[in-house]
């Protein structure tokens, strides 16, 4: 935030001279890489895992799922779920549960190798309530969501706000944590760029508490981004997932709350 | 491991070095008599700094005036013939008799660019005999018929046209030495640290160059005198002020204005110069239709001042300051300003016709505050870094030596962040642990002219470092775990370091035009920058040698062939260079500098390793002058941690690197001049894969910096046109074209989805600057 506006500054005393144009760079193909999007949470539901493989990067995108894996989840000290392929490339569990405070260890074998994970799953911080309020940026008013709720001052705690505006998920992370606000009562904006969010619109939030690493995984996605000035080199984000692949293996609490926009 | 030790312990190991400073030099039984003096302008009164002092007689000798234009020299007794001679300046030639030590001051005359050819019988060739090699001089002269961006005349720009000074990005007055990083610039401002020398975002420099009087780069083979950085030194020393007459000058344009007052207080005894500007591109918000820009602010202001007081022809005092500020705001929202203020008070006393003392008391600052206005979650962030600075200068010269030797003491205190807020707000008040240290250095150099055509300068330096409680220090290992913190009371030493910096300089002259000179430099730094963009940025934070950050190291040999021709019309010099970096500094990804108590458990240590050639090719007298230059050179680091432990590209590694700079005097009015720049794009890391997470597309990476933005060239016009000569006042007209032929060169690349088809993704380039055209008007009187 601090930094789109940051940008917005100066960028606004050069905007008669700067521009953007789309160019070409030659990228090498390499070996595709292993994907893996694992979530346990606390929700009583069919626990999902993606596997897939990363796809060149000036091709059009498509999923190419990776198929026929073993995929299981062993709660330390308890049960070992089994995950079994219910789409190409998806992975379903049993109804089940993840509680508070259990580590679970993740064991994924494709095609002759595995990747281990495991996870801290962190104790449930309800959400309060969510409301819409109205911030003039250059003379634009817009709509935001806010989300409120009171930060437990004894841990510390990370969350992730997923946004779906009228049924579409917004394509951004909007992660936090409590670095400069432990034990304060949380009145968050989201601020989202596209759509913009008009009366009468239905707004989903999904509220998380993430763990510290999974919070720090999706901050790297979102500085690489390179907000504020050009970014130091980008690099893949670092993973709790062993052996190369990309993507996560997550344990989060999950509270979804659906409302209208007056 | 930490070494605890009482702080005056740390002093006795420095005491018992002091005694490296007290080293003979036998005396010769020929009588030995010494000249000196001082050489001002004529016109102001100014001091000239590196004006040539050479005698011919009994024995071939010569020098050049230091920094505060005194030059001491010894010879045997006899008849000399004396020319002194400064670029611009008409040469003083006369028969002296050295049968006495004497002190002869001298004030040479400006000169019109026609009356060169008459003192070229005398012209320099310093560039060939001197001993010191990776050194540029910058002339103020220069500087201001050099184009440049929106017309705003600038130091730190017109270096970055000199080969192997790289700009850190389009517009951007950050800048890289040799494949070093923009922190590792010790960048003085009379002696005076300045530790954030850009304004607005890096686009223009903090140095008004109305204020500067000399500018002096050294890219290697530092004098001992120096310290504290690993890759270049840029001497910058303001104007003292006009001791005959009171003048002002200034300008207007489009961007900024500027004006400089300067005088005597007392004939010939004391003088001042106050010089301010200050841009006004928010001047025209108030006029914008839309009501809610109005509220917003976006400048930036600076006003160096100095003043100087003779109080015998032994003693004479400096004192010189400067204050610059940028303030941004965004009405009811958000306000971030910045700045650096820097004082310094300089004694200079003669003690003899051979020894000469500086004594110099020092301060610097530079702060930024942010500070967020929304309701509910409004918070200010403040950070400092301070120092108080001592230094001790001693110039001792004594037959065929030039003895410098010294000792310098600074006193650093860093604020990295501190947080405050209202009550309402959902911020808490944070502070991180203020950090303290104490860097001193001893050192000793001579300049020893062995015979007529070898000369040798060598030098060395200690440097200490000793990290300061009070505060908690936590270590950690090698994935950024904490392993242990301990309390550290106020003045304990934490972690001392202690560096011996050997400096040598050597040259071999063929003749009066030719010689080949090389160079072996170390180099240790203990200020440290933390920055997450590669631009410069005013929240950049700077951190100290500690138990987990280990000083930096850079040692550096070179090698240079200097050639003069055509009567020392034209200089061209080759130099090759290779540099080895230890304790080099990057972060681990996902790092968060903002109000970060730990912000060395993200910090990855590696090294570096640079070479090259630079060719330099220079008009120097004429009608037209100008240079060329052309840089081949290669730049990398290693960390183990980083592209599983192979050397990699560093973002400034530009392989081909070519400036061209004319300056045309076509008329007695007109000045015409151009610049062409061009260098292979920066090293980037790209995405060659992709994936989803969550529906939202993320970028696979390319191994570090494999890959090469698109080229950055560009071409640059200005003219001045001067006012009819003659007339009570001066004044004159300065157009200028920024990127002649509109190139559209990379600021920033960003890789991202098309929106117009989600499935296809894109890398985007944003240019800042198209085709500016600028126009200044400028007067003086």
Redesign the interface.
Known sequence: M?NN??I???V???AF?????????E????E??V?I?AAITDRTERQTINL???????L????VPLRNATVTVTETGGPTLTFTEDQPGVYRSTTFRGSYGKTYNLRVTVNGNTYTASSKMPNKVPLDSLSVSE?????ETRKYVKVHYQDPAQETNAYNY?ISINGK?I???YVDND???????????IFTDDPEIVSGDEIMIDFQNITPEIY??F???T????N???????????TNLSNGA???FSTHTSDKRVFRVR | MKIICPLNMYFKNIAFTILLLFFAISASAQKIYSLNGVITDTQTGETLIGASVKLSGVKQAGTTTNAYGYFSISLPQGTYDLAITYVGYKAIIKKIDLNANLKLDFSLEPAAQLEEIVVSSVKRNDNVTNPQMGVEKLDVKDIKSIPVLFGERDILKTLQLLPGIKPA?DGNSGFYVRGGAIDQNLILLDEAPVYNASH??GFFSTFNSDAIKDVTVYKGGMPAQYGGRLSSVLDIRMNDGNKNNFTAEGGIGLISSRLKVEGPIQKEKSSFMISGRRTY?DAFLAFAP????RG?T?FFYDLNAKTNFKLNDKNTLYLSGYFGRDK?G?NQ??G?DWGNTTATLRWSHIFSNRLFSNTSLIYSNYDYV?E?Q?E??D?KVSSIIRDFNLKQDFQYSLNNHDIRFGINAIHHTIEPGR?TATQNS???P?TVENRRGIETAIYVSDEWKASDNFNLAYGLRLSSFALLGAGNFKEYDRDGNEVSSTFFSAGEVVQSYLNLEPRVSASYQFNETKSVKGSYTRNTQNLHLM?????T?PTDIYILSSNNTRPEIADQVALGYFSNFKDNTYEFSAEVYYKWMQNQIE????T?LR?NQNVEADLLYGDGRAYGIELFLKKRFGDFNGWIGYTLSKTERQFDQ?NNGKWFNA?QDRTHDISLVGIYKASKRWTLSSTFVYNTGNA???????????????????E??A????DYHRLDFSATLEGKPGKKYQSSWSFGIYNVYNR?NV?????E?NPN??????????????I?PSVTWNFKF
């Open positions: 601090r506006i940051f917005l500054g100066f606004s005393i050069l001279t700067s521009c953007e144009e789309v160019i070409e760079i990228t090498n193909e390499q595709p890489a994907v999007e897939s493989q990363t796809v060149p990067f000036n059009s995108f498509q999923t911030v003039t940026f250059f003379g997923v998920k394509n951004s992370f670095r400069f606000n432990n034990g304060n009562y949380i009145n968050n904006t720090r995984y901050f790297a996605i500085q690489i981004g390179g504020g000035g050009p970014p130091v080199a980008p690099s893949n984000p670092d990309l993507g996560y | 990005g607005l975002l591109a839309d009501t809610s820009l917003n976006l941004l965004l929202a958000f971030f942010i967020n929304l509910g979650n918070f947080i959902s911020v808490n944070a920055s997450n963009s590669t631009a940025s972060y681990r990804n996902g968060d109000g980083i973002f980037i890391t790209v995405p060659e894969g992709k994936y989803q997470l969550g529906g939202t597309t993320v970028f696979y990476y390319s570090r910096n890959y090469r933005a698109p559209k600021f920033s690349l960003s890789y989805e088809n989600p499935a296809q993704t894109q890398i985007v380039k944003t240019a800042l600057f198209g500016i």
